[in-house]
Each structure stands twice: as structure tokens, then as C-alpha cells.
């Protein structure tokens, strides 16, 4: 499975159910930048157990915003659209395996 691109318009209808990683990123952003290649690598290993989305602050302010998003990367992972982890910072494929784990 591939990451999936967010928005202000998919959004509550992509997260709505099930468990999914969100990376709120910007383009400008260094380590959101090493982010990137690792959310692919995971996203295809996880397969559909877990959605992969990102979410790109600069265009979706709204969605940061409600969020609480004040450092980036911040990954946030949703079960059927509630908030039950937040993380800010890269992180490596195994922690985000072991977190996700918890919410299968």
C-alpha cells in the first residue's frame, strides 16, 4: 500500500475508521524529508492492516491546527478517527511498527 495524500477535503472520510499513521510534513522540512522514505518503506510493509497518510502543513493549516501540530514531522495515529498516539521527530520503521502494533 502507498501513502496516501491528505487534505482538508478527504481527510475525515480517509481516517474515519480503522487504524491510521498520519505525518503532518512541509516541503521545507529537513527531517520531514527523511521522513518520506521511511513512510513508504513502511506503508509497503504494513499493508492494509494500517493507512498511511501525510498531511502537508503549509496547505492544510486547518488540519494542523486541530491537531495541535507545532513541530514537524509530528506523526499522529488515529483509530477510527480519534487520536491515540502522538509522535514529533524522525522515527525509525521498528518504532513505528511497535506503535502502531498496539492499535491492530
Known amino acids: ?18 487504524v491510521v499513521l498520519v505525518d503532518f510534513w512541509a516541503e521545507w522540512c529537513g527531517p520531514c524529508q527523511m521522513m518520506l522514505p521511511i513512510l513508504s518503506d513502511f506503508a509497503q510493509d504494513i499493508g492494509d ?32 478517527g480519534k487520536p491515540v498516539e502522538m509522535m514529533v521527530g524522525v522515527k525509525q520503521k521498528q518504532e513505528l511498527n511497535e506503535i502502531v502494533a498496539k492499535y491492530i
Request: aromatic share 4%; charged share 20%; proline share 4%.
Open 1 to 18: 500500500m502507498s501513502v496516501v495524500v491528505l487534505n482538508e477535503e478527504n481527510f475525515a472520510n480517509e481516517v474515519s475508521s480503522g
Open 49 to 80: 492492516k494500517v493507512k498511511v497518510g501525510k498531511i502537508n502543513v503549509d496547505e492544510n493549516p486547518a488540519l494542523a491546527q486541530q491537531f495541535r501540530v507545532m513541530s514537524i514531522p509530528t506523526l499522529i495515529v488515529l483509530k477510527d
